[in-house]
């Protein structure tokens, strides 16, 4: 049989196969022809009128894709061609930049977060970032999220340039960025001191540490646990955990950080179609003592974030501030073809929180909360993504404080800025001051964001002090500055 029979005859078979649990009836042979019929006609004329010839196997590749598509931007296909970088990328044996991929809801690709002190990151990519094109050749709208990753994949060393656009500036800009193998630390201070090591205190006369998470990874709640137990040492009396802008990771490195919160109970489950499937509890084992605990939360948090985030509110261990997180809640298995070296990525499951809702964000939900938003002139001026009280997906704050785009790009680039290890001999000369950051009473220390503010006046009336210290500054109006 020529080859190019064989694989349309492997795409019948596999679509027979799944459709075998049908009624043992003329029904099942019915429901097949009537299902896919039109696939095999459109072949035919394909094969019989097209101006030229075609790869078949090409087309069945297309075919199998575009069934996909109609699913989530998370299942895929991955082609034989694809299938080796795939594997190294499983095993983490590859070169990438350090970017979290998302869909906005006009399907533009967007960066969900930059892993902080990746390549991205260093390079001047912004959460929010729309990628228009991967060495200058634009996207299709039809792109899957898979392929791009592998677009922008590569062997550590390579240059790869992404054209970008941010909402708050007017034209694209192309950033080359040059690939490296992605293995970073994901446990940082407030700021760092001059010896490079973190000061993790925020408020040092309240005794109000402050620790980001960027990222979930193997080695996080070991290093978290390590940060933690410093500050203790040094009389810590309430932690902020700063979970914005962190994309996610490990689903195994989440259980294990809610499960150091967590003396009991359940921290995530997984349902298809309400089905539960799988269900991680915390146990009392390693469990940290109960101090004031307030996690800061954005629209950029995602997946394992929202993990973490919604267990510790669901349970009442901490307060979380912000905004509704990105709501990215899905589960993926992969299942590989070893006949033709293919595999198909495959979306299984939801993610749900102790209380019961799903994390992952829909299309009806989406399409709800942009309503609300467009009822809400003033939401929809502070925040380019929504972030409505009776939105479904995501987690929503305890304490919501909102926003703009220019604010969080003045904080992403605040916090960058803050973890430049710069001694105090490092001030400006006259003919740089105008590019290099005016030097600070307290080397590295940023300034405040409103999220933030808000986030040390609840934990200072958790522990019962003043609070007037900590007022976040006012939302600004358009054409004001933005603060810091």
């Known amino acids: 049989m020529p080859k190019r029979n064989l694989a349309w005859v492997v795409v019948i078979v596999m679509v027979a196969a799944g459709l075998w649990q049908l009624p043992k009836t003329a029904a099942r042979l019915d429901?097949?022809?009537?299902?896919?019929?039109?696939?095999?006609?459109?072949?035919?004329?394909?094969?019989?009128?097209y101006v030229d010839s075609v790869d078949d196997e090409a087309l069945v590749a297309g075919a199998i894709r575009g069934m996909l598509s109609e699913l989530d931007p998370y299942s895929n296909y991955i082609s034989a061609k694809d299938y080796a970088a795939f594997q190294q990328a499983s095993d983490g044996?590859?070169?990438?930049?350090?970017?979290?991929?998302?869909?906005?809801?006009?399907g533009q690709f967007i960066v969900v977060s930059p892993i902080e002190d990746s390549p991205a990151f260093h390079a001047g990519v912004l959460a929010g970032d729309r990628i228009l094109a991967v060495d200058n050749e634009p996207l299709k709208s039809n792109t899957l999220i898979e392929d791009v990753v592998n677009l922008i994949m590569g062997e550590a060393g390579t240059t790869v340039t992404l054209t970008v656009q941010h909402p708050t500036q007017p034209r694209p800009r192309e950033i080359p960025i040059l690939r490296d193998r992605i293995a970073l630390a994901s446990v940082k201070g407030w700021y760092r001191q001059v010896d490079g090591a973190w000061d993790y205190f925020l408020d040092l006369e309240s005794r109000i540490a402050y620790i980001r998470l960027t990222s979930f990874v193997e080695a996080s709640r070991g290093d978290l646990e390590r940060a933690i137990a410093q500050v203790r040492e040094q009389r810590m009396a309430g932690l902020i955990l700063d979970l914005r802008n962190n994309g996610g990771g490990l689903l195994s490195s989440a259980?294990?950080?809610?499960?150091?919160?967590?003396?009991?109970g359940t921290i995530v489950t997984?349902?298809?179609?309400?089905?539960?499937?799988?269900?991680?509890?915390?146990?009392?084992?390693?469990?940290?003592?109960a101090f004031p605990l307030v996690v800061l939360i954005n629209r950029n948090s995602a997946s394992?974030?929202?993990?973490?985030?919604?267990?510790?509110?669901?349970?009442?261990?901490?307060?979380?501030?912000?905004?509704r997180s990105y709501g990215k809640g899905s589960v993926q298995n992969v299942y590989t073809m070893p006949e033709d070296n293919t595999a198909l990525k495959l979306t299984v499951a939801y993610y749900h929180l102790p209380n019961g809702e799903c994390i992952h964000r829909t299309q009806a939900s989406e399409k709800d909360a942009l309503h609300g938003a467009a009822q809400d002139p003033r939401r929809r001026r502070l925040s380019s993504t929504p972030s409505e009280k009776n939105a479904s997906w995501g987690v929503a704050p305890d304490v919501e404080v909102l926003m703009t785009d220019e604010e969080l790009v003045a904080t992403y680039v605040t916090r960058r800025e803050a973890d430049v290890i710069r001694p105090p001999s490092t001030a400006p000369s006259d003919d740089d001051a105008t590019t290099r950051p005016a030097p600070t009473t307290q080397v590295g220390s940023p300034p405040m964001d409103r999220q933030l503010a808000k986030a040390i006046e609840v934990l200072r009336e958790k522990l019962d002090l003043p609070t007037s210290e900590a007022a976040p500054p006012p939302t600004p109006k358009p054409g004001e500055p933005v603060p810091g």
């Open 93 to 106: 044996e590859y070169g990438g930049v350090g970017i979290e991929l998302g869909r906005d809801p006009d």
């Open 304 to 323: 394992a974030s929202e993990i973490v985030a919604g267990a510790l509110r669901d349970h009442q261990r901490a307060t979380i501030v912000g905004e």
């Open 270 to 289: 997984t349902k298809r179609m309400d089905v539960q499937l799988n269900e991680w509890k915390a146990t009392r084992e390693g469990t940290l003592p």
């Open 31 to 49: 429901s097949l022809d009537k299902t896919f019929g039109p696939m095999m006609a459109v072949r035919a004329k394909i094969a019989k009128h």
């Open 255 to 264: 259980v294990s950080i809610a499960d150091l919160f967590l003396p009991e």
